[in-house]
């Protein structure tokens, strides 16, 4: 009997160096491997989106379309992948329709093949202007469903979201378990689930990482509850808080009556490429290359926690790191169970952090008010209504229960008139969607482009400050979030971001 | 219903860092963890044998002995397990049955309650001397199957070798996969395949090194096929060229209808043990900490592979390592395909460095001859006649079908007069038992012995060549094994072992 043929898509030129060094593989560590990336037979190269566009603007003085170019040029055969928050787009608000649509057009145009939707909120009004702008712009759009464990989500939850992405008319269905927390039995039961829902046609995805060192175990209970398609990242550019090896999962299928069509050899030309490459990286490695399953209690992604580490001892309260972790999950709670992923990590964890230093609720960020009001979206469970309360009074604001993006006005015309008035701006589309999402990155990027890329595994930067890793490479780059924090009844802007 | 429960093995105190970091772990950087490790619920703790002994002797100053009883007297509830090379005690030679019995006896005196007994050729005749030992001294004898891939080595034949090791009347079975091999589902099938053939009521032990990423998956599957106990190692000492870690293993059940009884507080708190102990050992850490998919071709472990690159470093020819990787599969085809485990896999690779170097089988060491004439017993298939033909000539002995330590005399006494003629031996059948097993090192610590145990984690030593970690720390240290070779007739003495 023929084996079942198990797509793999390869994170190396995407999440793999996100989770691993903190997004900074330049576009001339990356190029050399294209060609055996794009003839191994991958269903799809991530290679775009997520953090890779902030890198670029803010660190690597990168054009990310120009790399999205380059990508497209060296890989024609295979599609590549972006991830995409929503409404959010690669940026930390939510855009007006129009600057969504807008993008995706863009994207699909420069390259982008396969368009990986999701919401931290699993909000599903908060994907479907992506979802539509990115048939309309004919390409492929994966509906996703960030995957969590709590007391609400079960599987039939999960299930029925699948169900409604399917009504929404996505191309496929991706599982994406940012925190490594899907366990093999609930991988099995997760996907089956949602084959037996929305019949054997629609394609389901599975994303995890490997940071708690059980999900190749996952993978393998997928592929016998039938997924389609799993990520990998090859072996050079795995594990830790990445992911699992490529070869790792080609290898393990052997006689199990399933098989995949990437060529070994290939691969193994990619790994040697980056085993080599990522040497000249060791500055901004990740310090996590074991496994943690405390992750399961505390289901904070590893980036996270440095992050909040680095808030503490900012603080002087460097010793109360299990006083945070121990109240992480109640504020998640109060929150109606959100999933852990940008942006709403960084706000339940940042909460937790001034609930232990000044006292439950004593103060909120208004990042932390907005989520419980109703501004980031529709979340999965009931909100505690006392902390809705005090998120009414500190903010000043009424609760919501519409689409966020539908209180914004128009605002590309707005956008595009700010961008071009930027010294270096080329007046592109391309341009303006780029201030719009970095609107405080933007300008010294546009000025600085013509000096083209700096690649900082050859020429590391010389400013101390500059240099310093992006602890929250996991997930995200944490961006810079000034929160206004609002102290009976007076409010304070206060910068919590880490680095700069 | 009740979950089946699963058993465990943990590995932190003897292949955990015997794979990780040289087998340099020190008594006293062991002892706090052995309350938790003792109060966990594991099945057995592996602690002793394998490469420890020679390890206490050769660089910590620590009497294996003494060790064995500090660990007895801090664990007293769960049984301690050894790992024993059969006829091999933890030398490098058969020896005599009276030493294979008295090693034994004293072993379980001391306090060894498991008692892992394995060849490397998997003749049984080399372990049935050890398995009557054990069980006279009240032990549980564990028959090994040395796990290999080759053209010869099918379920069935494995699955025949489990019951013939049940008609010798073992306790239990354990199927010992040193390099990472078994992919899930050939686990399966294998304990599947000894649960059918021995009845359920043996019991059926799998232990698998983590070095290609795969084995956690074949860990799962063995679980579904029926296993009773696997081996793992606290997250802090796995991976790379060692273990599954204890917690992922433990986790990934959750929900399958299987559970362990291992309490996950207790691990936690070992695995934060070594994580700081660990820290001060980093000298002689192993350089592979992901995965290496391409052993499944080579099957060399990971140290074994360092070992060749020095050996052809000293011989001015580092370039030519693919070579002896592509002459090791046709060196252990003329040999029958033998599982490459110590010593066979330093007797094969060795061969093939000279293979290379000098021209095929132009060289002979007399080990390998010795292992193409039946001197290290009888191997799974069938030799190629001409080069045993070679080894004949070229050692100038005949071929022998007998189980090899029937060929030697009594030498209990002699090396008894030996070892009590030595500065500090203390006359006790512990020492002689030291100096039968390593005659060129113990002389030197029976003389040093006084000054009490060395912790190279905390006082490394000043001497280069001392200092310098072993190399061979997977599956053990190589030992100091000078070589008889004979060239167009002339012997000479040869010493490629890479340190001393």
């Known amino acids: 009997m023929e084996p079942r043929i198990i797509d793999i898509t390869e994170l190396a030129l995407r999440d793999a160096h996100q989770s691993l060094i903190a997004t900074r593989l330049g576009i001339d560590d990356m190029t050399g491997a294209c060609a055996d990336l794009d003839e191994a037979g991958y269903w799809s190269i991530e290679c775009w989106g997520g953090a890779t566009y902030d890198a670029c603007i803010r660190y690597l003085n990168e054009d990310p379309w120009e790399r999205l170019r380059t990508f497209k040029k060296l890989m024609p055969k295979t599609p590549l992948q972006m991830l995409l928050r929503g409404q959010n787009l690669l940026g930390y608000r939510h855009y007006q329709d129009e600057v969504v649509e807008r993008f995706c057009q863009k994207s699909a145009e420069n390259g982008i093949g396969v368009f990986r939707i999701f919401d931290a909120l699993n909000d599903l009004r908060n994907i479907e202007t992506s979802v539509r702008a990115v048939k309309n712009a004919g390409g492929h759009a994966q509906g996703t469903i960030s995957y969590t464990v709590s007391p609400i989500h079960t599987t039939a939850l999960f299930v029925d979201q699948a169900r409604r992405l399917q009504d929404m008319g996505v191309d496929s269905i991706c599982v994406k378990d940012m925190a490594a927390l899907i366990k093999p039995q609930a991988a099995y039961e997760l996907v089956r689930g949602i084959k037996e829902a929305c019949g054997p046609a629609l394609r389901v995805h599975l994303h995890v990482h490997s940071t708690t060192g ?70 901004f490695q990740s310090k996590v290359t ?157 000025a600085t482009r013509h000096e083209g890329p700096r690649n900082l595994g050859r020429d590391p930067l010389t400013g101390v400050s500059e240099t310093k890793p992006a602890e929250g490479h996991q997930g995200a780059i944490t961006g810079p979030i000034t929160y206004a924090v609002t102290l009976s009844g007076r409010q304070h802007k206060v910068t919590v971001a880490p680095y700069q």
Chains 1, 2 share one sequence.
């Open 214 to 283: 059980v999900t190749l175990v996952s993978l393998m209970k997928a592929v016998e509850a039938g997924v389609d398609c799993v990520d990998t990242a090859v072996s050079s550019m795995s594990l830790g808080p990445g992911h699992n090896p490529t070869e790792s999962f080609i290898e393990m299928l052997e006689g199990t009556g399933f098989a995949t069509r990437v060529d070994m050899e290939r691969v193994q030309r990619v790994k040697r490429h980056f085993m080599n490459v990522l040497e000249r990286y060791s500055e």
């Open 290 to 446: 074991g496994v943690e399953t405390e992750l399961f209690k505390s289901q904070i992604p590893g980036g996270m926690l440095s992050n909040m580490e680095n808030q503490l001892r900012q603080q002087g309260a460097g010793d109360r790191m299990q006083e945070v972790l121990d109240e992480i999950p109640l504020v998640r709670r109060d929150t109606g169970y959100v999933p852990l992923v940008t942006p709403s990590s960084q706000i339940v964890g940042t909460q937790a952090v001034l609930n232990v230093l000044m006292g439950r609720y004593a103060v909120l960020t208004g990042e932390f008010a907005d989520l419980m009001l109703g501004y980031y979206g529709k979340g999965p469970g009931e909100k505690n209504p006392e902390v809705v309360e005090m998120a009414h009074r500190h903010a000043g604001k009424q609760p919501i229960t519409c689409r966020p993006a539908d209180l914004l006005q128009p605002e590309w015309q707005k956008l595009r008139s700010e961008a071009l008035a930027l010294e270096g701006c080329n007046g592109s589309d391309e341009d303006v969607l780029t201030y719009a999402m970095f609107p405080q990155v933007a300008p010294k990027f546009f």
